[in-house]
């Protein structure tokens, strides 16, 4: 177990690495540099400010300089905001998206996981048609299509709730709700075709002629190995989530690493946006390795094989 | 039901009727008897929907109606790159790594793996900031760039899918038979796999279009993708949020573009789902 831990740590930090290579050369192979929108400053002011942010060091002492700086966690001062620097401007916004990502991974799955097995319960009913296609359309629909339809109705038609904000609970509500859409229509598909496959198999049968009644046997024997595949999509799912999260926190003027990230790239200020893409990898290489020990909790076939 | 009746019922033929008029439309736009979607009529701003603007205007005055038929065009050309990138790359990739010898398949399938765990959508975003106000997008090749970007991402499952049918194709008593009677390897990958690889082609296909089209709408909303003065459906949605405000609720400029992409979305999703039950004879249901 523990060397496949490690290979599969190794695999992460290669994977960061790579991430933060390939983010730095595309920014160093754009054409211009990021004072370009402003007048041409006089010669020797541009030369102070280059001096200032590293610029004119070659492109290979620039590349160590900042990757080094990243290790220590010390990535510098940001290029439109330069009171601040970048890591303290991602720490300002990570508690308030990761408030919002968890709360909506919470709510989405829970919810998601009871409509599955509700699903289920009587596969082709009428409810089980509704969930279904209640889910596949909150699949197919873009975040904002939904946001959007929501905010229209909730907040400025019924004036139920403010359409934007994040300091109180009413005004957290909406942007909640919008991104744990996502999660609950994939946790509902994923729940409700493991529990059909699961009733199908022989253990269930052998619980059903042992005379259990047909629910608690999709409640004590099937949502286990039930529950595997949506542990193993857990990385995708944060994907979705964090791609998300951009969307709700522009809508809803939610001050998240997400919206520092769009306004850092919509301003270029690379060292921001660097910073946000390696903190969005980091994460979701985290949440995968959870993902994995988590399914090697849960399914003690796996145990087996691994040593 | 039997397999043509999945195809014929009402719900897929509707959808197929919408994809239709929105290709039309998108064909034809130039043509069409509508206002030119750059028209600016301030006099006429905000104005609801009614006898004028049909659908309303927006904070300059221009008509609602027109720029969503115009947006049709850019967010049916991003279908149109990202499913050509597919078809291009994914499948040469996965033809090639299928029936290649193990260690070309093994590094072919590498590099699929490695630009999965890349997370490809911040690099994107990343890609596109960088790209912002350089000349060359000012000169035009913003929209270009849009296109190859939305390829890169998506050949991937494409890539996989055909991979993994061309390994067992090739196994087959047929492929055995006809290597046995000469023919040479690449003829039998291009002429006697890739043919019955078609109906699963088809069907990633029709996957992939409308992962094109909610990444199209997704950087174009958040200000990354399609840049003005072009139209397409998620500019039309960023417009909407950026003078949504509980004073001057402008629901319509919210409403239609959000309605026009999601009635498309749907209907391939629908139209998928009916292809891949009639070509499928394994599906379950």
Redesign the interface.
Known sequence: MSSLLMRRLL?SLI?IW??FT??FF??H????GPF??NRDPPADVKRAIEARYHLDAPLWSQYLDQLVGWIQLDPGPSLRQPDHDVASILAAGFPISLLLGSLALILGTTVGVLLGILAALRPGGVLDQLIVVTA??GL??????IA??L??GV??GLGWLP?AGWQTIPSLVLPVLCLSLLPAAQSARLIRSGLIEMSTEEFARTARAKGLSPFSVLLFHCLRPALIPLVATLAPTA?AL??GS??VE??FAIPGVGMH??Q???N?D?PL??G??LL??VL?QLLSLLADLLTWILDPRLRGEVR | MSRRSHLTSTIPMLAFGWLLVTVATALLAPWLPIAAPDAALPEAAWSAPDDNFLLGSDALGRDLWSRILWGTRISLACAVAGGSAALLLGVSWGLLAGGGSSARDHWMMRVVD?LD???L???V????????????IDAGGGLTLFFIILGVVYWTPMARVVRGETRSLIRREWALAATALGTPPRRLLWRQVLPNLLPTILVTVTLII?RVL?FE??LS????GVQAPEVSWGTL?RD??EV?N?VR?A?WM??FP?LA??AT??SL?IVGDALRTALDPKQKR
């Open positions: 695999a994977t790579a991430v390939l983010s595309i920014i192979a754009a054409p211009g370009d929108a596949s359309i197919a629909l873009p975040l904002y299509v959007g339809l905010v229209l907040s400025f359409p994907a964090l791609t951009l969307v522009q809508i990230f769009i850092g790239a919509l270029r690379y946006v660097l946000a893409v969005y990898t979701l | 490695l765990s890349v997370p959508v911040f690099l975003i990343l890609l596109a900031s960088v790209a912002r106000n350089s000349a060359w409308p909610l709408a997704f909303f958040l200000g990354l949605a909407a949020f949504l509980p609720t629901w919210v409403l959000s992409l999601a979305l749907l999703n």
